[in-house]
């Protein structure tokens, strides 16, 4: 499979960049020409940001299945599309070529419909790393039905909001999930969240770790029992096709939930052919993929990450890519080298605290590990450190593999600022140039643009974007009014990212962090208010007030101070109860590092929380506090600056 579209050189990025800017509906229009349509596009674009809407090959027909599995049966039918590292390395891989892999996803699609599901309805998946998570997520988008995949890591609580969030009638999980040798028993957590939920009818139950679990009559069946039904039905036919669901342009893909400033996470969906042009034209571009490369994104497909870059974007390019059940560190922290080794990986995709945390094991993990597979190094998720970008590159690309920071978010679908691997120079700690399509614009607290350079030469301000590109959220689900004031509303004609950025005179971005209340936990983003909602529900609580601090390994710690009823007693034994309240109202990755607890919070006159004085306080400035003169009571300031840990 060649690409087109492909861009090799500084110069081809310039051109591109220009051409898909100066007019990009012809630009996106001739990209779109390379996939497999039932029918093509009246018009590329329609748009406009303060209704908002936006729709990317209006009235196209496709489905997103054809495009990154039967379009490759042809010309690659035994390429492996997923080879499969199990958390124990003891344990036998799997490799799911492409024609397996059509044979599964269309079992699956039918298990879904003999199971009632039909275009339009929302799959809840939540499941381990296996193959059979890929296969659920293809299945669902072959019968049109909507997935909505949830990070194992979850709580039943977090997942029962879900639930009721997009009336969810179908889950698939599994007995449990393998993560660094754990058993993590994912059923019985799905037992907790239907606790007096109503809508759901029908759980589907992969065997991973056989763990007992309690299968409700009428309602759970097991995956395997199902697959074996679907295979006979298929097998009447003779090429053991489930036909694909002919879907609309914007017909939505998935539901992903993703934290927010304010309130419960939101419902971000992503269409059919916007979201799939866009991940495969950044995979393609941002790796500068290569027929024959062997893939390693080490994301979970909880994530956005895992959805753009281990599903759709290489299995729409024919890519062959390794999924990986376990964690870096576990049965030692050379497991990312064993597999780099063992599959030749020539493309490694990973986080900054994966790396930091790595780091901190020195070299001895790397000894005797043949990494010369290797040829590209990509970042993700948060923003990387000089240090850890220098060791990337020394230790595991022995500099000679270009390094590309990725900026992007669960809401844009794929990479919008990043340097082309070798193609366009990469700037440690610069995410560096933005994608063809996107016009990144960074604009002071009023929504002007900034120009003016400051003493060191940059220009700093809020990061927006301009105009649309194919991957971007088309609505929060259920709620279009939250889409507009989340990313169109803080500025006029603008999709405001929630980040910070520097931008050099080259025109080159570096991402700062965010800049509203949301915190970037190793990687994954978790809303201040939302780990206060959850520390509030402890009875002891009175109230609370969260914000981030900067942390080694994972980028930014959560710092929780707390007021505590009168009657608490032992400190320690407080701070384990909240830490289990909020592990069983968000999950255990929105634990506080830190619990302070105080007997007030600095707060105006009009009883608003002053957080800046706060996060001051929790990254350990102790002169530069900023006006507290309007406090209601500045000596609670003085008193939390003792207690500071
Ligand atoms: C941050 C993950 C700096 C940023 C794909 C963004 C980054 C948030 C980078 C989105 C990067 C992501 N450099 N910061 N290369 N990539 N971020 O939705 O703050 O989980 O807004 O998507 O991560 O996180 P999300």
């Known amino acids: 499979m060649a690409y087109p579209y492909q861009i090799t050189s500084l110069e081809q990025y310039h051109n591109d960049y220009k051409k898909s800017v100066e007019d990009p509906e012809s630009f996106w229009g001739a990209i779109a020409e390379n996939f497999e349509w039932r029918k093509k596009w009246d018009k590329v674009l329609?748009?406009?940001?303060?209704?908002?809407?936006?729709?990317?090959?209006?009235?196209?027909?496709?489905?997103?299945?054809?495009?990154?599995?039967?379009?490759?049966?042809?010309?690659?039918?035994?390429?492996?599309?997923?080879?499969?590292?199990?958390?124990?390395?003891?344990?036998?891989?799997?490799?799911?070529?492409?024609?397996?892999l059509h044979k599964r996803v269309c079992q699956f699609a039918q298990v879904l419909k003999n199971n009632g599901v039909k275009k339009?309805?929302?799959?809840?998946?939540?499941?381990?790393?296996?193959?059979?998570?890929?296969?659920?997520?293809?299945?669902?988008?072959?019968?049109?039905?909507?997935?909505?995949v949830i990070f194992g890591g979850f709580s039943a609580q977090s997942i029962a909001d879900r639930l009721e969030d997009a009336n969810v009638e179908f889950i698939v999980t599994c007995d449990g999930a393998y993560r660094g040798g754990k058993d993590i028993s994912l059923k019985s957590i799905i037992d907790d969240a239907l606790i007096g939920n109503k809508t759901v009818k029908r759980v589907i139950v992969?065997?991973?770790?056989?763990?007992?679990?309690?299968?409700?009559?009428?309602?759970?069946?097991?995956?395997e029992d199902e697959m074996l039904h679907a295979e006979d039905q298929l097998e009447l036919n003779a090429t053991f096709n489930f036909p694909a669901e002919e879907m609309d342009a914007e017909d939505p893909l998935f539901i992903l939930y993703t934290s927010g400033s304010t309130g419960k996470p939101k419902g971000v969906v992503h269409s059919s052919a916007g979201y799939m042009v866009w991940t495969n034209y950044t995979f393609v571009n941002v790796f500068q993929y290569k027929p024959g490369?062997?893939?390693?994104?080490?994301?979970?497909?909880?994530?956005?990450?895992?959805?753009?870059?281990?599903?759709?974007?290489?299995?729409?390019?024919?890519?062959?890519?390794?999924?990986?059940?376990?964690?870096?560190?576990?049965?030692?922290?050379?497991?990312?080298?064993?597999?780099?080794?063992?599959?030749?990986?020539?493309?490694?995709?990973?986080?900054?605290?994966?790396?930091?945390?790595?780091?901190?094991?020195?070299?001895?993990?790397?000894?005797?590990?043949?990494l010369s597979s290797l040829k590209v190094l990509g970042t993700v998720g948060e923003p990387i450190n000089e240090e850890a970008w220098h060791w990337y590159d020394e230790h595991i690309g022995k500099k000679k593999c270009p390094i590309v920071d990725t900026w992007w978010q669960t809401e844009t679908g794929g990479c919008l600022i990043s340097n082309l691997a070798g193609?366009?120079?990469?700037?440690?700690?610069?995410?560096?140039?933005?994608?063809?399509?996107?016009?990144?614009?960074?604009?002071?607290?009023?929504?002007?643009?900034?120009?003016?350079?400051?003493?060191?030469?940059?220009?700093?301000?809020?990061?927006?974007?301009?105009?649309?590109?194919?991957?971007?959220?088309?609505?929060?689900?259920?709620?279009?009014?939250?889409?507009?004031?989340?990313?169109?509303?803080?500025?006029?004609?603008?999709?405001?990212t929630g980040d910070g950025a520097f931008k050099d005179a080259e025109g080159n971005f570096r991402i700062t962090g965010?800049?509203?209340?949301?915190?970037?936990v190793s990687g994954h983003r978790i809303g201040?208010?939302?780990?206060?909602?959850?520390?509030?529900?402890?009875?002891?609580?009175?109230?609370?007030?969260?914000?981030?601090?900067?942390?080694?390994?994972?980028?930014?710690?959560?710092?929780?101070?707390?007021?505590?009823?009168?009657?608490?007693?032992?400190?320690?034994?407080?701070?384990?109860?909240?830490?289990?309240?909020?592990?069983?109202?968000?999950?255990a990755i929105a634990k506080p590092d830190k619990i302070q607890f105080v007997t007030g919070l600095p707060k105006t006159r009009s009883g608003k929380i002053m957080r800046r004085i706060l996060r001051k306080i929790a990254e350990g400035e102790t002169k530069n506090l900023g006006d507290t003169t309007t406090l209601l009571d500045p000596a609670v300031v003085e008193e939390i600056q003792k207690g500071k840990l």
Not at 70 to 96: F, S, Y
Request: with cysteine; glycine share 8%.
């Open 293 to 370: 490369d062997v893939f390693f994104c080490t994301a979970d497909i909880g994530w956005i990450t895992g959805h753009s870059y281990i599903v759709y974007g290489p299995l729409s390019a024919g890519a062959t890519g390794v999924m990986f059940e376990g964690i870096p560190t576990w049965p030692t922290a050379g497991r990312f080298w064993d597999i780099v080794e063992k599959y030749k990986v020539n493309t490694l995709y990973t986080a900054p605290t994966a790396i930091r945390s790595l780091m901190s094991y020195g070299l001895d993990p790397l000894k005797g590990k043949d």
């Open 423 to 496: 193609v366009t120079p990469a700037k440690p700690s610069w995410a560096s140039l933005p994608m063809p399509g996107v016009q990144p614009i960074l604009v002071d607290e009023h929504g002007h643009e900034v120009t003016q350079k400051d003493e060191d030469g940059l220009v700093k301000g809020n990061l927006c974007i301009k105009a649309p590109w194919p991957g971007i959220l088309r609505t929060t689900y259920g709620d279009h009014e939250r889409y507009r004031t989340n990313y169109f509303a803080t500025y006029e004609n603008l999709y405001f």
């Open 514 to 520: 965010r800049v509203d209340d949301v915190l970037n």
């Open 528 to 587: 201040t208010a939302e780990v206060e909602n959850a520390i509030n529900m402890h009875a002891g609580v009175v109230e609370s007030a969260v914000v981030g601090f900067p942390h080694e390994v994972k980028g930014q710690g959560i710092y929780a101070y707390v007021i505590m009823n009168q009657k608490h007693g032992d400190d320690e034994q407080s701070k384990k109860d909240i830490l289990q309240t909020v592990t069983r109202v968000i999950g």
């Open 46 to 100: 329609n748009w406009n940001f303060t209704e908002p809407k936006v729709e990317w090959f209006a009235n196209a027909r496709l489905n997103i299945t054809e495009n990154c599995i039967d379009r490759h049966l042809k010309t690659m039918a035994d390429k492996p599309a997923i080879i499969w590292e199990p958390d124990n390395p003891e344990e036998r891989t799997r490799t799911v070529t492409y024609a397996r």
């Open 206 to 223: 992969y065997t991973r770790t056989r763990t007992p679990v309690s299968m409700i009559k009428g309602r759970d069946v097991w995956w």
């Open 120 to 148: 339009g309805d929302r799959v809840c998946i939540y499941m381990g790393m296996v193959p059979e998570l890929a296969y659920a997520v293809l299945g669902c988008a072959r019968i049109g039905a909507i997935h909505s």
